[in-house]
C-alpha cells in the first residue's frame, strides 16, 4: 500500500499546506503502474482511494500520476470544511474529464451535506452517477481496501480510519481527535499511523491533542505502531516541530516524525 500526504494543514492556511487530504493506492496498482509503463491516469479505476478532500486537495491530488480521473471513491472522516471543501470541485472536474461516477463514503450525514451542495449549486446535479454511502463504527470495504472505522473525540461525529490490503501491513489514520487510549488500541500493530497534532503544547486546545498528550498517551497505552507521522498541523506548529518531537520523546520512544504536503509513504 502506497500512501500520500496530499493535504497536512488545517482550517487555518499557512501558505504551506493544503487541508486535510490523503491518497491511497494499493500496492498491486503501483506495481502495475511500473510493469506497464502507464500511470494511473492511463489505466481503467484500480485500487486508489481518496480520504478526505480539504481545499487545496484536488490541485496536490492533481500533481499525482493517479489525478482526479483515476479516483472514484472518497472517503471522507466527518463533514468540517477543512475535510470536505474540495468535494464539488472534485465532482465537476470529474464530469468534465468525462468520468461517469463518483462514489462518496462517510459518517451519517453524508448524504444530507451532498443534497445541501448540490442544492446550492443545482447545474451539478445529475451530472455524473453520484452514489453515497454513511458508514459508522464497523468494518467494511471500499475502494478494493478493508477498512474499519473508529469513533473519534472531536466536536462532531468522526471517524478514525484502519486500512489493509489484500492482507498487508495496517496503514491508520486518526482524522481529528484528542488523543485517547481507545483510538491508540485501535492503531496497535499498525504499520503507520498518522496521527492528528495540531497545536504546540502551550495552545489550550480541546478535539485535537497537543506533543505531550499525544507521547503520554501512546506511552501509556503500550501500542506497538512502525512509525508515527504528525499531520492537521495548524500555522502555530511553524518553526516548532523539533521542540513538539523532542516533547513527544520525552513520553514515547517510537519513531515520530512530521508528515509534509506530497510525501509518499510506502507501507511494507
Excluded at 33 to 49: F, I, N, P, V, Y
Excluded at 205 to 214: A, D, E, R, Y
Excluded at 240 to 249: A, C, K, N, Q
Aim: proline share 3%; glycine share 10%.
Amino acid at each position: 500500500m502506497r500512501v500520500t500526504f496530499l493535504g497536512t494543514g488545517a482550517a487555518m492556511p499557512s501558505g504551506r499546506r493544503a487541508q486535510s487530504g490523503l491518497l491511497l493506492e494499493s500496492a498491486a496498482d503501483t506495481a502495475a503502474e511500473s510493469a506497464s509503463g502507464q500511470s494511473a491516469r492511463e489505466q481503467a479505476d484500480g485500487d486508489s482511494l481518496l480520504v478526505d478532500c480539504g481545499s487545496g486537495v484536488l490541485n496536490a491530488l492533481a500533481r499525482t500520476d493517479v489525478g482526479y480521473e483515476g479516483v472514484s471513491t472518497v472517503l471522507l472522516s466527518h463533514h468540517h470544511l477543512d475535510h470536505v471543501a474540495d468535494l464539488l470541485p472534485l465532482m465537476k472536474a470529474r464530469w468534465l474529464a468525462g468520468a461517469e461516477h463518483l462514489e462518496i463514503v462517510g459518517p451519517q450525514g453524508t448524504k444530507a451535506l451532498l443534497d445541501g451542495l448540490l442544492d446550492v449549486h443545482e447545474y451539478m446535479d445529475g451530472r455524473i452517477d453520484l452514489r453515497v454511502r454513511e458508514i459508522g463504527e464497523e468494518s467494511f470495504a471500499v475502494a478494493g481496501f478493508d477498512v474499519e472505522g473508529k469513533e473519534t473525540r472531536h466536536s462532531m461525529d468522526c471517524l478514525a480510519y484502519r486500512f489493509a490490503h489484500d492482507d498487508g501491513p495496517a496503514f491508520t489514520f486518526s482524522a481529528d481527535s484528542e488523543a485517547f487510549e481507545g483510538l491508540a488500541t485501535f492503531a496497535d500493530g499498525s504499520a503507520v499511523l498518522a496521527h492528528d497534532c495540531s497545536f504546540p503544547d502551550e495552545v489550550d486546545v480541546s478535539n485535537h491533542p497537543t506533543p505531550s498528550q499525544l507521547g503520554e498517551t501512546l506511552a501509556e497505552s503500550g501500542v506497538e505502531i512502525g512509525r508515527v507521522y504528525l499531520t492537521h498541523l495548524y500555522p502555530h506548529t511553524e518553526g516548532r516541530h523539533e521542540e513538539m518531537l523532542e516533547s513527544i520523546g520525552e513520553h514515547y520512544a517510537g519513531d515520530v516524525r512530521f508528515a509534509r504536503d506530497g510525501l509518499t509513504v510506502e507501507i511494507e
